[in-house]
């Protein structure tokens, strides 16, 4: 009887195993097929609304980076919006990040999505309406996926103390982070699918 359940925990435990390995692979045959196409279209939209040209390559690298992380736990419903809201979001956390923003830095801010000083009336109800909708967003995260979330994204916590202040692993903050953001993708630029459970 024993042995009966020895087998049963290693069969298990290698379908576990099969199925993660499958999970990799549909990832990469997701990303060659739906993603790296989009190419063209994302080095276009880069050198449109990014002056620095010498940071081009990398801000691609970081973009399939991001996407890949996010699809390793849920692979996006539609790539083209999902890639091109990892891009502008890329672009708008790298203006806010600089302290000093040179006006040449981006050709059209408004491409971004950045607020200028003063708005004007329509402009400040989209803003509103999207603040809103993220907002709205934001609350229907598992509440440790948002505690990642908005440290990382929003308050620009590094990841290592993210993992000391919630009391998890770095890996487990990053699974939080991409899963949040992929949620987000989805409610804000795509079908909005409703994440269940909380890890």
């Known amino acids: 009887m024993g042995e009966k359940k020895s087998e049963t925990t290693r069969e298990g435990a290698d379908l576990r195993h099969a199925d993660a390995a499958m999970t990799a692979s549909g990832v990469e045959d997701w990303f060659v097929r739906e993603v790296l196409p989009l190419e063209a279209m994302l080095m276009r939209y880069l050198h449109q609304n990014w002056r620095n040209k010498s940071d081009i390559e990398d801000f691609r690298q970081e973009i399939y980076a991001q996407v890949l992380e996010a699809a390793e736990l849920r692979i996006p419903e539609r790539a083209k919006p999902f890639v091109l809201a990892t891009a502008r979001n890329l672009l708008i956390n790298r203006v806010r990040r600089e302290q000093v923003v040179h ?42 996926c948002r505690e990642a979330v908005i440290l990382r994204r929003i308050e620009g916590v590094p990841r290592a103390e993210i993992a000391r202040r919630m009391g998890i692993a770095e890996r487990t903050v990053a699974d939080h982070i991409a899963a949040g953001m992929c949620a987000l993708a989805d409610v804000l630029y795509g079908d909005a699918v409703e994440m269940r459970g909380d890890k």
């Not at 971004?112 to 993220?134: C, F, M, T």
Request: no cysteine.
């Open 103 to 144: 006006i040449d830095a981006v050709p059209d801010l408004d491409a971004l999505g950045v607020v200028l000083d003063e708005p004007g009336a329509e402009r400040s109800a989209i803003a509103r309406d999207v603040l809103r909708r993220l907002q709205a967003a934001l609350d229907r995260l598992p509440p440790r």
